[in-house]
C-alpha cells in the first residue's frame, strides 16, 4: 500500500476525514435507497369490479373506473420472446459479440422457460393419433431466419410448430412450460397469433394437475372467416370434467343457468379475427375466481365452484393435434400451412409473456393433515417491502385495452430498478431482473469501499 498519507497527518485530521467519509457513505446509501423503491412490494392489478374475490357476480361500473378492485402480486415472469429472436438471429450471423447472448447453447437457457419432450401414444392423447412433442418444434423465428419469412411480413417471436408428417403414429406437436411451479394467484397474459390452418388446438393455459388447470383453447378448424366467428374455448378442468372423460367440448351438466357463473366452461367469441394479427389473451387467476380477457376485455368469469383451482402451478404454451373430430381435428394440412408461410406445418405464434403472481409452496405436515401454505420466498419479501404505502413500492400493472394496446411494449424488466418482484426460478432467471439494479449495485459497492475505507482510516 502506497496510500499512507495518514504517517504525517495529525491525528484531528485523520479524524476529520473518517467522519467525512462515514458522511459521505451514508449520503450514498440514502441515495441509493430509492433506486431500490420501485416495485419493490410488487404489481397491482385493477380490475373493474367491486368484489372480485367474493362470489358475489362481478359489478361492472357503466360511468367510469371508480368501482374498481386491486389485487397485488409480488412475483413476475416476463418474457418478450421477439426480443430473444433478435439476439438468436443476430448470434447466428455471427457479426454479435455480445458473447453471454445465447451465443452457444438452447435459445431457453437462461429464460424463464422449458420446451417439453414426451410422446403420448393414441390411447393417452384420445385421438385418432398419438403425440410427439419435440423441443425442435418450439422456436424462435425472426425475418432473419429463411424459415421465417411471412410474406413481406416483419415478425419475430416465438413459434408452436405442428407438423403433418407423422411419426410412429404420433403428430409431431409442440409444448413449452415455466419453469417454476410455484406460481398461485395471478394475471397471465400472452401476445399470441393463431393459425389459419385447420386441424390444431392451441391453448394457453395454468396447470397443476388434471382437475386444477386453467385452460384457453383454440380450435382453428372452428374459425370461420364467412361470418366472422372465432370462438375460444375457456375451461376449468374440474372433478366434473375428469368425470366426464376430460372432454371440454361436452362438459359435465351443470345446473347454474347464469352463463356469467358457468362453473367450468364457456364458449366465447372473439371480437377479432385471431389469425390477423396478434391480440394478448389473459387469465386471471384470482382466490375463489377465474378471469378470462382478450386485449382487456372480458370474456368469462367463473365462480363458486369448486373448479376454481386453489393449488400453485405454472403456464404452459401449447400446439398441438390428434386427430379427434371433436376437439382438435387435423392433423393439419401442410400444403395449406405453406400457403400460409409457414413451410414445416402451422404455427402458434407467441410474441411474450407476461405473468405478475405470487409464488407458494405447500409444505405438508408431517402428520400427513391439512396442507400447510408457507412461501418460501416471504422473509426476502419483507425485507425489500419495507412499506407498501411509500411512492412507487407497488406498480400498476399497465393493462392493453382495444382502444389502446400500448402496454403490450411495456416490460417491468427494461427498467431495471423495478423488477425486484421475483425470485430466482430453479436453473437460474433469465430477462428478469435479478433483484438489485446495475446501478444501484455500483452505488452499494461504492458506500461500501467508503465505509471500509473510512474504518481503516480510523485504525490508523
Ligand atoms: C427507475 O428507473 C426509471 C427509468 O428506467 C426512472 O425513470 C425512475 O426515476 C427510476 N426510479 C427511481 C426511484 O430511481
Ligand atoms: C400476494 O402476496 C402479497 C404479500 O404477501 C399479499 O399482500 C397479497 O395480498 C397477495 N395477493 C393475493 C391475490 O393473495
Ligand atoms: C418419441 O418418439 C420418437 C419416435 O418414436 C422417438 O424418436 C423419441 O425419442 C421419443 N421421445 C421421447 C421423449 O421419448
Ligand atoms: C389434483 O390436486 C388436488 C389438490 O392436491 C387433488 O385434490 C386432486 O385429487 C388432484 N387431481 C388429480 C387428478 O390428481
Ligand atoms: C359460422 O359458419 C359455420 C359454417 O360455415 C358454422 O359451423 C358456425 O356455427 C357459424 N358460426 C356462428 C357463430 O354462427
Ligand atoms: C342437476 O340437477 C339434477 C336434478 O335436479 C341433479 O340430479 C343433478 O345432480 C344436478 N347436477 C349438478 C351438477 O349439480
Not at 167 to 193: I, Q, Y
Not at 347 to 356: F, G, N
Request: hydrophobic share 35%; charged share 20%; glycine share 8%.
Amino acid at each position: 500500500m502506497t496510500f499512507r498519507l495518514s504517517h504525517h497527518q495529525p491525528g484531528s485530521y485523520r479524524c476529520q476525514s473518517a467522519t467525512l467519509l462515514v458522511l459521505l457513505s451514508w449520503c450514498i446509501l440514502q441515495l441509493a435507497q430509492p433506486v431500490l423503491a420501485d416495485c419493490e412490494c410488487g404489481y397491482l392489478l385493477r380490475l373493474p369490479s367491486a368484489d372480485p374475490v367474493s362470489n358475489a357476480r362481478s359489478v361492472s361500473s357503466s360511468s367510469s373506473n371508480d368501482q374498481t378492485t386491486t389485487l397485488l402480486f409480488t412475483d413476475l415472469i416476463e418474457t418478450d420472446f421477439s426480443r430473444l429472436a433478435a439476439h438468436s438471429a443476430d448470434t447466428n450471423n455471427n457479426n454479435n459479440n455480445n458473447a453471454n447472448y445465447h451465443s452457444q447453447g438452447r435459445w431457453w437457457d437462461n429464460t424463464d422457460w422449458i420446451p417439453q419432450a414426451f410422446n403420448l401414444t393414441r390411447e393417452r392423447a384420445r385421438g385418432q393419433y398419438g403425440e410427439m412433442f419435440a423441443v425442435d418444434n418450439v422456436r424462435l423465428f425472426s425475418d432473419d431466419q429463411s424459415s421465417a419469412t411471412k410474406k413481406g411480413v416483419t415478425e419475430e417471436g416465438l413459434e408452436l410448430v405442428v407438423r403433418s408428417d407423422i411419426v410412429d403414429g404420433m403428430v409431431p406437436v409442440a409444448e413449452l412450460d415455466t419453469a417454476r411451479l410455484d406460481v398461485r394467484w395471478g394475471t397471465f397474459r400472452a401476445g399470441m397469433k393463431l393459425s389459419s390452418v385447420p386441424g390444431t388446438c392451441a391453448a394457453f393455459f395454468w396447470y397443476f394437475n388434471d382437475t386444477q388447470e386453467i385452460d384457453m383453447e383454440f380450435l382453428t378448424k372452428d374459425f370461420h372467416r364467412s361470418n366472422n366467428s372465432y370462438p375460444v374455448n375457456l375451461v376449468l378442468q374440474s372433478r366434473e370434467s375428469a368425470l366426464a372423460g376430460f372432454d371440454a367440448a361436452h362438459p359435465a351438466p351443470n345446473n347454474n343457468t347464469n352463463n356469467n357463473e358457468n362453473p367450468n366452461f364457456v364458449l366465447a367469441y372473439l371480437p377479432f379475427d385471431p389469425t390477423a394479427g396478434f391480440h394478448e389473451y389473459r387469465i386471471d387467476y384470482l382466490p375463489d375466481r377465474v378471469l378470462f380477457f382478450a386485449d382487456g376485455q372480458q370474456l368469462a368469469s367463473m365462480a363458486g365452484s369448486a373448479a376454481v383451482p386453489t393449488t400453485p402451478g405454472h403456464l404452459i404454451l401449447q400446439h398441438w393435434s390428434n386427430g379427434n373430430p371433436l376437439w382438435s381435428g387435423g392433423p393439419p394440412s401442410l400444403a395449406a400451412a405453406k400457403a400460409q408461410g409457414d413451410p414445416d406445418g402451422p404455427a402458434l405464434e407467441v410474441r411474450y409473456v407476461k405473468a405478475y403472481f405470487n409464488s407458494s409452496t405447500i409444505i405438508r405436515n408431517d402428520d400427513g393433515g391439512e396442507p400447510q401454505q408457507k412461501w418460501e420466498g416471504e422473509a426476502e419479501y419483507n425485507s425489500r417491502c419495507r412499506d407498501p404505502k411509500a411512492l412507487n413500492a407497488v406498480c400498476e400493472i399497465p393493462e392493453v385495452t382495444p382502444q389502446d394496446t400500448s402496454a403490450v411494449s411495456w416490460f417491468f424488466g427494461d427498467h431495471t430498478n423495478m423488477t425486484h418482484g421475483t425470485v430466482q426460478p430453479p436453473g437460474g432467471s433469465g430477462n428478469n431482473g435479478d433483484g438489485e439494479s446495475d446501478a444501484s449495485r455500483v452505488i452499494m459497492g461504492m458506500a461500501w469501499v467508503a465505509v471500509l475505507l473510512s474504518g481503516w482510516l480510523m485504525v490508523l
